[in-house]
């Protein structure tokens, strides 16, 4: 260590490098960090507008009534002959048997 330490102090053009390229680095590390906080803080900033603009509007109100018709426009959708036949079998059965 004392080595490097008279190193620096037979050459003062090394250190003042040294030092610089530390200050730049500090510099490009603040620089990264208040960039990062900016953005977070904007985000913040827009998720409270966000509630204070849409405070009773933006929630969904779910219902039974709501969920129970979805799920029977979901069984609309699914055909009743999967034809399994063809298929290679299901053997986690992942697929509920409809009506039957």
């Known amino acids: 260590m004392q080595e490097v330490v008279n190193h ?23 620089k990264s960090i208040l960039r990062i906080s ?7 900033a827009l998720y409270v507008g966000y509630l204070h603009f849409f405070e009773e509007s933006g929630q969904p109100v779910i219902d039974a009534e709501r969920i129970s018709r979805l799920k029977d426009h979901a069984y609309e959708l699914i055909p009743q002959d ?16 409809l009506g039957n």
Do not use: C, K, Q
Request: hydrophobic letters at 65%; zero cysteines; a negative charge.
């Open 8 to 30: 620096f102090n037979e050459n003062p053009l090394l250190g003042l490098l040294a030092a610089a390229s530390l200050i730049l680095a500090l510099f490009w590390i603040l």
């Open 82 to 97: 999967l034809n399994l036949s063809l298929s290679f079998p299901d053997s986690n059965f992942t697929r509920p048997h």
């Open 38 to 44: 900016l953005f977070l803080l904007v985000l913040f």
